[in-house]
């Protein structure tokens, strides 16, 4: 079992920065890939980065060169870093841990996400 808690949402002014992140508890930190994703309203759920448990990183193309995903292994969290926000980044932010050793099992888990808006 895996618990994630989120933080670091908000309102910013279009061009400004936040940074997300995400607690992890319960398993080994180090053997989860780590995501976030984001859901605007009357949209689907998207990947917004990934990075491994060695540290590898995938972007959306809508985010590469904005954001920045990057993990803790010894505080058990993952962060994302976005600057030069865009009205179209408002949304809800899910941080994700999908499994990479089957020690840990097949499940992944979700945190309740944390609500980022873009507005002036």
């Known amino acids: 079992q895996v618990q994630l808690v989120e933080s670091g949402g908000g309102l910013v002014q279009p061009g400004g920065s936040l940074r997300l992140s995400c607690a992890a508890s319960?398993?080994?930190?180090?053997?989860?890939?780590m995501g976030w994703y984001r859901q605007a309203p009357g949209k689907q759920r998207e990947l917004v980065a990934v990075?491994?448990?060695?540290?590898?990183?995938n972007y959306a193309d809508s985010v590469k060169g904005r954001f920045t995903i990057s993990r803790d292994n010894a505080k058990n969290t993952v962060y994302l870093q976005m600057n030069s926000l865009k009205p179209e980044d408002t949304a809800v932010y899910y941080c994700?841990?999908?499994?990479?050793?089957?020690?840990?099992?097949?499940?992944?888990?979700w945190g309740q996400g944390t609500q980022v808006t873009v507005s002036s």
């Open positions: 994700n841990a999908a499994p990479t050793n089957p020690l840990v099992g097949r499940q992944h888990y």
């Open positions: 319960g398993s080994i930190f180090s053997m989860y890939a």
């Open positions: 990075i491994t448990s060695g540290g590898s990183t």
